[in-house]
């Protein structure tokens, strides 16, 4: 009777975890607290460099992320400096940000309705990922599997990204690690480029906002 009764309590903590697993993996919409870094932003020839924040990241755990959408009409360059500082009103505490892991293109797979009958001749969706890595597919015999798995971004990446191309770009890095206050330097080049941006940070606080 103990040994089923064991049984029985292994399963219903089973079930719980996996129903706790499935409700927070249903509510990232709900935990993500975001900050709009730079609203919609045009830069034009000859602007001078623009300095967002400071912005407060101390009450934020884990990783968190900035994702950065850009476009530009023209040739030139734009860069991204993110700085952080433990001192908001000290400019020569500012330091250029490092440690975080950088994706700068997408990653397209293509998706097919196979119950669909006409499936062999119809692609319906092809998705653009922002992976934090590269998809790998290992070699059977040395791996000991075949299942294609995710080769992750390493976090070394340090200093200014150059976001010229049109497109969107993530920054990934571990929110507890950084300075409390974050801000963005964005630099403009070329005499007829304008360049139109935003920025975007995310994470999940320790404390709600208040």
């Known amino acids: 009777m103990k040994c089923k009764f064991n049984k029985w309590l292994v399963s219903l903590v089973t079930i719980g ?37 400071p912005f407060d990241i101390g009450s934020y755990t884990g990783e968190g992320f900035i994702d950065i959408t850009t476009f530009t009409n023209a040739g030139g360059t734009l860069t991204a400096t993110i700085e952080t500082s433990n001192n908001s009103t000290n400019a020569s505490q500012w330091a250029a940000f490092s440690n975080y892991a ?5 990653t397209s797979y293509s998706y097919t309705n196979f119950t669909d009958p006409t499936w062999a001749t119809n692609v319906y969706a092809t ?37 010229s191309a049109k497109g969107v770009y ?41």
């Open 17 to 53: 975890a996996l129903m706790a697993a499935d409700c927070s993996a249903q509510q990232l919409f709900s935990s993500l607290r975001s900050i709009v870094i730079t609203s919609p932003a045009t830069f034009i020839p000859g602007t001078a460099t623009v300095t967002n924040g």
């Open 102 to 106: 950088l994706i700068s293109s997408t």
């Open 127 to 163: 998705n653009p990922y922002l992976l934090p890595g590269t998809i790998t597919t290992p070699t059977v015999y040395s791996a000991g599997f075949s299942q294609p798995y995710l080769l992750p971004l390493q976090w070394t990446n340090s200093g200014a990204v150059t976001v």
């Open 170 to 210: 993530r920054l990934g890095f571990r929110a507890v690690d950084q300075k409390r206050y974050l801000h963005i330097i964005w630099t403009p080049t070329g005499a007829s480029s304008n360049d139109v941006v935003t920025a975007t940070f995310n994470g999940i606080r320790s404390a709600e906002v208040q």
